[in-house]
T-cell receptor, first 111, second 115 residues
């Protein structure tokens, strides 16, 4: 079955506000996690990753937080823009080259 | 802009047709993947190739036949598909794992419709 899941299928956010997208995983042995963004008509695009020896990692306007105690992953987007409207997936490395994906959260940015 | 190119972008075929999907990566990666993406479902891994060798077949029906002639090219041969096979088929690639895990990079997919 699916080992990675997102808490909410949709998220509506006002332009300029911060967004938080959550993800729960079930495999405590997973050591690598990735967030992807998928816009309409395109494939998933890599946003940011984090290894299990870290709790937090920052990129440009994005931050990923990893809480291994409760097996929870989140993606924070600062100052959300219209171009951030997309489906966001978390993925968990379960072995070798194999990733397990969540179903995705659709983020809609209101002007 | 993607370093993984998939063709065709759209394909409509009958259940008795034979067609092939093509994927090409220009990133120097060694591993390539086929995924199926259906509406409201997580990405489903179908096949994994590492240095041209198939390392994963995720219980995919034999009407899907992958081919990896070299580390830059990946094909998915389709034959006698069913309506439930209509989906977006995504190709991905990733670099060697020496030094740790690396993210997979995706193409924009082939939208397949089975009549």
């Amino acid at each position: 079955g699916e080992s990675v899941g997102l808490h909410l299928p949709t998220l509506s956010v006002q332009e300029g506000d911060n967004s938080i997208i959550n993800c729960a995983y079930s495999n405590s042995a997973s050591d690598y996690f990735i967030w992807y963004k998928q816009e309409s008509g395109k494939g998933p695009q890599f946003i940011i990753d984090i290894r299990s020896n870290m709790d937090k990692r920052q990129g440009q306007r994005v931050t990923v937080l990893l809480n291994k105690t409760v097996k929870h992953l989140s993606l924070q987007i600062a100052a959300t823009q219209p171009g951030d409207s997309a489906v966001y997936f978390c993925a968990e490395n379960i072995n070798d080259y194999k990733l397990s994906f969540g179903a995705g959260t659709t983020v809609t940015v209101r002007a | 802009e993607t370093g993984v190119t998939q063709t065709p972008r759209h394909l409509v075929m009958g259940m008795t047709n034979k067609k092939s999907l093509k994927c090409e990566q220009h990133l120097g990666h060694n591993a390539m993947y086929w995924y199926k993406q259906s509406a409201k479902k997580p990405l489903e891994l179908m096949f994994v190739y590492n240095f041209k060798e198939q390392t994963e077949n995720n219980s995919v029906p034999s009407r899907f036949s992958p081919e990896c002639p070299n580390s830059s090219h990946l094909f998915l041969h389709l034959h006698t598909l069913q309506p439930e096979d209509s989906a977006l088929y995504l190709c991905a690639s990733s670099p060697p794992r020496t030094g740790g895990n690396q993210p997979q990079h995706f193409g924009d997919g082939t939208r397949l419709s089975i009549l």
